[in-house]
């Protein structure tokens, strides 16, 4: 197996982000040395997965501590809270990444008398641990998972809930990886996901990296591949579940599979860290992500539909709990209906 995948990493205030439009063909790291690189970085899909880009959050504030040169603590908490906000208002759907702001910021409160200088590194401490713990969580996840999956199996994929989503290992790719490495023969199919094709690009490198075999699809041949008997499984990530009701948010196209899944008597199983799981929201409060039109009308910057021609383009979906048989999390599996009881966990 090749060397790691690192998608963001913090060097001597730098923080290291691996370029992800650019891939599968150049590999190339973006060196960031303010929140509003990191936001801008964010907001353009240079990182991207729900995980990732809480990590990138919580170093995006860490980089305005380590570089602050505020003389007092009221300076110094005026520029944290600025940078908040710039990295907060970049993606709405996610909830990984106002967990992680959030639990950056609760450090100021939780030390009220430490000086700046103990804040700065307390607070890189913390965006350093956050990263640390999902990759533990990942591979957790991964462990657990790979209980679900037998030797043989045809595993539909969607989007990318790899490495590249993550701090490192991935979720619904974790659990793939884990199993494969337990000796289980395994097949992905991944679904190239249109508009932004993370399936194409992504998963299959990340997969072909790691020598598992993979074939791409098209994000319509999907419930085709199920009706021939071609899939015994569906594995994705989700950029939130809501504990009240086990709804599951992913990319666009899930709630499709989940839908061809249920038809066909498939498992479907989500991948997620507690990280991703929402406990306060409802349905109602959860903001969709509409991207520009243009990554529907173009691919990779070439006109595909007629000039003048209006498209629509929401990031993510919706999948209701009776779809979903199992989420697989650091923690445990469990029934979409029972994160509610979780809760108090927390
Ligand atoms: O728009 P993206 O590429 O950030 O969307 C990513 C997804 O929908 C992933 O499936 C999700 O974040 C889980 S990643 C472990």
Redesign the pocket.
């Known amino acids: 197996m090749r060397s790691e995948i690192r998608p963001i990493y913090w060097r001597r205030g730098v923080v290291y982000i691996l370029d992800?439009r650019l891939l599968p063909h150049k590999l190339r790291y973006l060196r960031l040395k303010t929140a509003r690189s990191v936001a801008k970085a964010i907001k353009d899909?240079a990182i991207?997965?729900?995980?990732?880009?809480g990590v990138a959050g919580a170093m995006g504030l860490a980089l305005t501590a380590y570089h602050s040169r505020a003389k007092t603590r009221e300076r110094f908490l005026s520029e944290l809270k600025r940078s908040y906000e710039l990295l907060k208002n970049t993606?709405p759907?996610?909830v990984?990444l106002f967990w992680a702001l959030e639990r950056v910021m609760s450090v100021i409160i939780i030390k009220s008398d430490a000086s700046i200088e103990e804040l700065k590194k307390l607070i890189l401490e913390e965006a350093l641990r956050i990263a640390e713990e999902d990759v533990e969580a990942?591979k957790k996840i991964g462990e657990n998972g790979a209980r679900l999956i037998n030797d043989g199996d045809r595993i539909l994929t969607?989007?990318?809930?790899?490495a590249l989503?993550?701090a490192g290992y991935?979720?619904?790719?974790g659990v793939i990886r884990s199993a494969f490495a337990q000796g289980k023969r395994v097949t992905v199919y991944a679904c190239e996901?249109r508009p932004?094709l993370?399936g194409a690009k992504?998963t299959v490198w990340e997969l072909m990296r790691d020598g598992i075999p993979v074939k791409l699809i098209t994000d319509n041949m999907a419930a085709f591949m199920m009706q021939r008997g071609l899939i015994d499984k569906v594995i994705?990530?989700?950029?939130r579940i809501l504990a009240k009701t086990g709804h599951v948010i992913?990319?666009?196209g899930?709630f499709s599979h989940a839908i061809a899944a249920k038809y066909h008597n498939i498992p479907f199983l989500v991948?997620?860290?507690f990280s991703?799981i929402d406990f306060k929201s409802t349905l109602e409060e959860v903001i969709i992500?509409e991207?520009d039109e243009r990554e529907v009308l173009y691919i990779d910057g070439k006109r595909i539909a007629p000039r003048r021609a209006k498209a629509l383009n929401p990031?993510?979906d919706i999948t209701p709990p009776e779809l979903v048989s199992y989420i697989i999390t650091e923690k445990g599996i469990y029934r979409p209906t029972e994160l509610k009881e979780l809760g108090s966990e927390q």
């Open positions: 992800q899909m991207r997965g729900a995980p990732a880009i993606r759907t996610a990984n990942n969607h989007c990318n809930a790899g989503a993550t991935g979720t619904a790719l996901t932004r993370q992504l994705v990530g989700a950029d992913n990319k666009i899930t991948a997620a860290p991703t992500e991207r990031a993510f």
